[in-house]
Structure formats: structure tokens, C-alpha cells
């Protein structure tokens, strides 16, 4: 069951390099960084935030390319350059440490910070990731490659940008299981992000383009290593219906994370499960890491 839908907080912003970042700082208590996918925004995680912004600190930003941030006109979008960005965030904050909750691309951030950079995620959550050589999936792939297709990819998004049609989109593109979960504020919120304006758009079609690029989605496999070596407790959540990454995908990074504790499917759930499900999705996190905490203070 779907909580009510709430706006948390208005963003802020951070010069990282030449970067300037957005993003969500809500609530008090251990920091939890929550990256969201492709092509959405720190939007996605408002009701997951309404739920834990009470006993957590709730980091959320605008991944490069998408939302509010903005970067210089050329900048590298790429997975390496995301973790760069997301690195000198937290820095910025002074965080050393954080749990790191990643969906769908934000999951592919994630792995690569946890191959790369273990010291600094304490837990890690992965959520309907991008992993091994899953993405685009090929639900999604016709959508992006469509944005591509020279003057008739920004006719294509700005058709997006209309409620009616940008409803259509998800229900068709099967970005959830259950359609009541396209509520008018929830698609107004992801056009007014990533569609509303000519350079929101043209940024969306940028960033698309990099989902197509073979040396980007090479990244998630080339971070396996670092991967299986990683040992903090790790919680892999999914949604039982995702046709664009299936559990199955889930499985296989329970097996292959040593830091995996458990493995979650969030029933009747799509791919956007923090939209559909962000009661649960928030009650199995906070779980989570109370359960850590506990046998923290055993230990």
C-alpha cells in the first residue's frame, strides 16, 4: 500500500568541481545517501524520505545530467564521473561514511563506490540495479533509442513532457506493476525534472544517449571484482514484478556481494518500487540497519 504522497524539502546546492549539485537534506540521525535511476530524479525518493527523514538524515541528489544539477556544457555523464560527483558530495558535507542506497542507475553508482571506495558506505542497498550487462533492458532500449533519432528524438521528448502521453510512457514502458501508482503527482513531478523545458530535455537526451554507450555499460562488469570482494552487510530489495531487471537479477548479486545479508522481494511490485511500496521499501531498510545497530551494540 502506497503511503501519501508528500513534498519533502527544497533542494540545495554544491559546487562540486565545476559541478553544481542538487540536492535533498532531510531529517536527523545516521546519513543514508539514496541515488535514484534513469533518467529520474532526487523526486523519486520523497515518500521513502516522509518515512525515514524521523530517524535518519536523508541525502538525495540530482545525478549529473538530470534534475536540477547542472554541469559545463560537455561534461562526462558516465558511471565514473556519477561516483566522482556523488564522492565529492559527500566530502563537500564532510561525510566519510554513509549508507548508500542505489536504484536502478543509482544501483550501478553504488557498485562501483563499493568496488572502488568500500570505506566509505558503512551498508549498501541495491534496489532493481543496473549490474553485469543487464541495461538497458530490452523494455527500455526502444524508448531510448527512440529519443535518439535525429529531429524526431526532441519531438519524441518534448511528447513526453505532456501528462497524458508521459503516463502512457511509464504504463507502456512497464515502470510499474500496478498503474494507480501514476498519480497526477507523480508524472507532473518527473516531467517538471527531467521534460519541462528545451534544456531539460535536451540534457534527458544526453543522458540517454550514455545508456547506449558500450564503454559506459561496461563499467558495472568491470566493478565485479571489487564487488565480490566487498564485506560490508549489504540488503539487495526488489520488486517481485520488474520486467526491466527481474529478480533473478537480485539473486545473483546476493550470491556474488560477501557482504549480503539478505535478499528481500517487495511483492506485487515493478521496477519503481520506492513508488509503489515506500512504506515497505522504507520499513525494510529501517529494519536493516537497526539490525546492524543491535549487533553492533552486542558486539
Same mark, same amino acid.
Given at each position: ?9 527544497a533542494k540545495r546546492h554544491a &559546487?562540486? @568541481?565545476? %559541478? &553544481?549539485?542538487? !540536492? ?25 524520505? =516522509? ?23 560537455? $561534461?562526462?555523464?558516465?558511471?565514473? $564521473? ?5 564522492? @565529492? ?11 548508500? /542506497? ?17 570505506? #566509505? ?10 549490474? !553485469?550487462? %543487464? ?11 527512440a529519443t535518439q533519432i535525429p529531429?524526431?528524438?526532441?519531438? /519524441? ?6 501528462? #497524458? /502521453?508521459?503516463?502512457? =510512457? ?19 513531478? !518527473?516531467? $517538471?525534472?527531467?521534460?519541462? *523545458? &528545451? ?9 540517454? =544517449? ?5 564503454? %559506459?555499460?561496461?563499467?558495472?562488469? *568491470? $566493478? ?68 546492524l545497530d543491535d549487533s553492533a @551494540?552486542?558486539?
Amino acid at each position: 500500500m502506497r503511503t501519501r504522497e508528500t513534498q519533502v524539502t527544497a533542494k540545495r546546492h554544491a &559546487r562540486v @568541481g565545476a %559541478n &553544481r549539485i542538487a !540536492y535533498l537534506d532531510v531529517g536527523d540521525g545516521p546519513p543514508v545517501l539514496l541515488l535514484h535511476g534513469c533518467p529520474f530524479s532526487s523526486f523519486v525518493w520523497r515518500n521513502v524520505i =516522509a518515512e525515514l527523514r524521523g530517524r535518519f538524515r536523508c541525502l538525495a541528489p540530482d545525478l549529473l545530467g538530470l534534475g536540477d544539477t547542472e554541469t559545463p556544457r560537455g $561534461a562526462d555523464w558516465r558511471l565514473p $564521473a556519477q561516483l566522482d560527483a556523488v564522492l @565529492g558530495l559527500l566530502d563537500h558535507l564532510g561525510l566519510e561514511r554513509v549508507t548508500v /542506497v542505489g536504484h536502478d542507475q543509482g544501483g550501478a553508482i553504488a557498485q562501483l563506490m563499493a568496488a572502488a571506495h568500500p570505506g #566509505r558506505i558503512s551498508a549498501l542497498v541495491l534496489a532493481d540495479a543496473e549490474a !553485469y550487462d %543487464n541495461w538497458p533492458s530490452a523494455d527500455e532500449r526502444p524508448f531510448v533509442r527512440a529519443t535518439q533519432i535525429p529531429l524526431l528524438g526532441p519531438l /519524441v521528448l518534448w511528447t513526453w513532457s505532456r501528462r #497524458r /502521453v508521459f503516463r502512457w =510512457a511509464l504504463a507502456s514502458g512497464k515502470a510499474v506493476h500496478d498503474r494507480t501508482a501514476l498519480t497526477d503527482e507523480l508524472v507532473d513531478g !518527473y516531467t $517538471a525534472a527531467n521534460l519541462s *523545458t &528545451r534544456h531539460r530535455r535536451a540534457k534527458t537526451r544526453r543522458f540517454l =544517449a550514455a545508456q547506449l554507450d558500450p564503454a %559506459n555499460q561496461a563499467c558495472t562488469g *568491470t $566493478a565485479l571484482d571489487g564487488l565480490r570482494r566487498f564485506t560490508r552487510p549489504t540488503l539487495i530489495m526488489w520488486g517481485e514484478h520488474d520486467v526491466h531487471f527481474p529478480p533473478r537479477w537480485g539473486e545473483r548479486l546476493h550470491a556474488d556481494i560477501p557482504g549480503a545479508v539478505r535478499f528481500v522481494v517487495l511483492p506485487g511490485t515493478g521496477h519503481l518500487l520506492m513508488e509503489e511500496q515506500p512504506g515497505p521499501f522504507a520499513a525494510e531498510l529501517t529494519r536493516f540497519l537497526t539490525d546492524l545497530d543491535d549487533s553492533a @551494540g552486542e558486539g
